[in-house]
Structure formats: structure tokens, C-alpha cells
């Protein structure tokens, strides 16, 4: 009999209201964290629903029907994401990415994306803006996305097989709709696309070969992402990982590769060519490389939680202070004070630990936060 997995506590509601500090300067598009790492890129969560159930992300077991999803009321509106942005772009924020839940759930995102489309950072350029779908209404809406200033998507598959595939995303749902949706995102120009698997052994590690031959020569670049121990509900373990060590070894043997210098600072994925020339493929090594000393990244949850690492335990409420009546001018000492105190580097450390396997208390899914 199955085991229905309940999480220890409902992590949400851990938050801490940001101080405003009494004398701040303005942004200035310089800040830096306590271990020197500038604030470069902004992840929105826009809804913590989804259309899918991956077994490693939203586990139908915890996430049923009963499952309390957060009420309309709660979730930041279009106007306050769009304040947020502003002032994140502002301290340096120069790449958005939308994400979940599934973001194409959420209605009239079009809107939203026309008016993140629009800014600037503070040197005249405009934002790189982009959006991580699991690809299931990514055919109906690519070309709204990108009439809207959508740049470029990135796309979640983790099977070519259809039964691997439906397996993994436990609603049944077919491997050539989200093909589907990766060429017309293509067609309309949403690119260059990325599509990033997740590795779970035991569970579509064969597929590793299948999807490198599969996006060899394509105009998409795979990127392999070691499972992670993200949220409290996934049970995961450390031996159902697959090192991306492991992964470049399996696709050498047939499809020599050779190590790309990063295109820039903090590019969260090493980079693999194919030694013939046909493309490449990324690999996202979060539990065997961790590369918590280059993070740039703050996520905005849903509800206007800003959570500085993908495993804090808890968010700071920025939407308190702008439901509080707070100035923008209030809102950006803020962010630049929890900024310059923040000294995340979970997986620097959990690299290091001896026993991987038991975190010390449960933390926020990553449906919340977004991925
Ligand atoms: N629903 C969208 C999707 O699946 O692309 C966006 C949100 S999802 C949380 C963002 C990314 O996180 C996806 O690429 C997903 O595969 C990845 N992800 C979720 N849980 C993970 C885990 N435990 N380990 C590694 N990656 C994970
Ligand atoms: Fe949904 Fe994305 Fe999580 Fe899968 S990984 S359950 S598609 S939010
Ligand atoms: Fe960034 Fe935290 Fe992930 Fe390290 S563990 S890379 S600090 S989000």
C-alpha cells in the first residue's frame, strides 16, 4: 500500500517582515551580498498550480485535492509584480524569469509580460525576459508570449518516451504535445530554447541517451539537472541522483564531448560540445558542483515572499510592505538590506556534508518558489 506523504509543516507561512533601514541610498544597480555576489537575476513565481504532478516536484500524494493552494486574494496582482520588478531592475536585476507553478496557468499573463517587457536597466538596455514552461500550453499561447515581448522560453522534458514520460509527470500526459509546443515557440521565434531534464535514477536515466540524440543538431540546447533535494515532499535521495559527471560520461561513449568555457559569470550550467560539431548540451550539476559562489539569483514567491536561496527555510514578506502603503524608496532599503546580509550557500555546504540524506528541517517547495 502506498504511503501518503505529508509535509512536516507548512513553510509558507515562515516569514519574517523586511526592516526598512533608517538611512539607505539609492539603487545603484551595484549591490553586492556578504560573500560579494551582485543581485543579477530575478525568478517571479506567478502561481503555485500546476497542470502536471512530477513525481520529483509535486507529488500527487501531497499535492490532491485537498491540498490548500493559495487563494486569489493572496497572490501578488500584475501591478505589485510589476512595482517589485522595477525595483529589483533598479538594484541591478538584469534577466526575469517567469516560472511556478506552471506560469502559463496563470491568466492574462500576456498583460504582465507586456509590461516587464518595457523595462530597462538603469544603462538603457532592455531586460533578458523569459519564461520556464512545462511546455503543455506552450503551442496555444507561443505567439501571445512573444507578441507580448516574451524573449525566449525554456522548456521541461524529461522523457521521450511516452510511458517514462507519464510516469514522471503522473497526469498522463503525452511527450508529443510538449514537442509540439517546443517547435511552435521555435517557429514564432521564442528562442534560442532551452530544454532541461531532470535526472532521477531509476526513473528515466535511460532517457539520457534517447533525448542527446533526439536535440543533436537541433537548433535546442538540452541541459541535464541533477535532482535535487528541493521542498519536503519529494523523499528525495541522494543515490537517485545521477552526477553530471556520470551523464557526460554515458553521452561521451557515443557522442564525444568536450568542456565550453561559460558564456559569462554565474551561468548555471556547464557547457558541453559535441565534438563533431553539432550543437551542444548544458549540465546543471546542483548537488555534486554546486555553484552557490557564483548565485546571483532572488526568487519572488507567489505571495511576495523573497526567498535569497532556492532552500531557505523562510521568505521576507515584501508584499506586507507594499499592501503597508510603503514607498518604492522603502521598499528598495529594504531589499538592499536583506541583500548585503545575505550569505546563502546551501549546496556549497550540503556538498560538503558527510551525510547528504537528512537535511536538518523540511523547506519551501520549489512549486512555491519556482524552479
Ligand atoms: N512548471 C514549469 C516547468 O516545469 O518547467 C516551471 C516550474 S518548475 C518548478 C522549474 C524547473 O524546476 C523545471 O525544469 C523542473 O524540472 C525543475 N525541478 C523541479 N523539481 C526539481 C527537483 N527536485 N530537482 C531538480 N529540478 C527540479
Ligand atoms: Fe509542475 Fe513544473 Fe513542478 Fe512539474 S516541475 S510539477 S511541471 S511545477
Ligand atoms: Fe544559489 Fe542557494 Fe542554489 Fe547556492 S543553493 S546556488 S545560494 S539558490
Not at 151 to 164: I, N, P
Not at 255 to 283: F, H, K, Q
Not at 327 to 343: E, F, K, N, P, Q
Request: a neutral charge.
Amino acid at each position: 500500500m502506498s504511503q501518503k506523504v505529508i509535509p512536516v509543516a507548512d513553510l509558507r507561512h515562515l516569514q519574517s517582515l523586511p526592516t526598512i533601514p533608517a538611512v539607505f541610498e539609492a539603487p545603484t544597480g551595484l549591490l553586492g551580498d556578504m560573500l560579494g555576489r551582485p543581485l543579477r537575476d530575478l525568478r517571479i513565481s506567478v502561481t503555485d498550480r500546476c497542470n502536471f504532478r512530477c513525481v520529483y516536484c509535486m507529488p500527487k500524494q501531497v499535492f490532491d485535492k485537498d491540498y490548500a493552494y493559495l487563494p486569489h486574494s493572496a497572490l501578488l496582482s500584475f501591478e505589485e509584480i510589476l512595482r517589485i520588478a522595477q525595483i529589483f531592475v533598479a538594484h541591478g536585476v538584469e534577466k526575469i524569469r517567469l516560472t511556478g507553478g506552471e506560469p502559463l496557468l496563470r491568466k492574462n499573463l500576456e498583460r504582465l509580460i507586456e509590461q516587464l517587457a518595457r523595462l530597462e536597466t538603469p544603462e538603457g538596455r532592455p531586460l533578458d525576459l523569459t519564461l520556464t514552461t512545462n511546455g503543455a500550453l506552450l503551442a496555444k499561447k507561443a505567439q501571445s508570449l512573444k507578441d507580448a515581448g516574451l524573449k525566449r522560453v525554456t522548456v521541461s522534458l524529461d522523457s521521450l518516451d511516452d510511458a517514462t514520460f507519464k510516469r514522471m509527470n503522473d497526469v498522463d500526459f503525452p511527450v508529443s504535445d510538449v514537442l509540439n509546443g517546443i517547435d511552435v515557440a521555435h517557429t514564432v521565434g521564442l528562442g534560442p530554447i532551452k530544454v532541461n531534464m531532470v535526472v532521477k535514477g531509476g526513473m528515466n536515466d535511460q532517457e539520457i541517451l534517447p533525448m542527446a540524440r533526439h536535440f543533436k543538431g537541433s537548433p535546442f540546447i538540452l541541459r541535464f539537472i541533477e535532482y535535487m533535494d528541493v521542498g519536503a515532499s519529494n523523499g528525495w535521495k541522494m543515490d537517485e541522483v545521477i552526477p553530471s559527471g556520470e551523464v557526460v560520461r554515458r553521452i561521451s561513449a557515443e557522442m564525444p564531448l568536450i568542456e565550453v568555457a561559460a558564456n559569462y559569470t554565474g551561468e548555471t550550467a556547464g557547457r558541453w560540445r559535441y565534438a563533431d560539431g553539432s550543437g551542444e548540451v548544458g549540465m546543471i550539476s546542483s548537488v555534486t558542483q554546486a555553484f552557490c559562489h557564483n548565485c546571483t539569483r532572488a526568487r519572488l514567491s507567489t505571495e511576495g515572499k523573497l526567498y535569497t536561496c532556492l532552500f531557505a527555510r523562510s521568505g521576507h514578506d515584501l508584499r506586507a510592505l507594499l499592501r503597508n502603503g510603503h514607498s518604492d524608496a522603502d521598499i528598495a532599503g529594504a531589499v538592499s538590506h536583506l541583500w548585503r546580509a545575505r550569505g546563502d550557500r546551501y549546496s556549497e555546504l550540503r556538498t560538503a556534508q558527510t551525510d547528504v540524506t537528512t537535511p536538518e528541517a523540511p523547506r519551501v517547495e520549489m512549486s512555491y518558489i519556482g524552479g
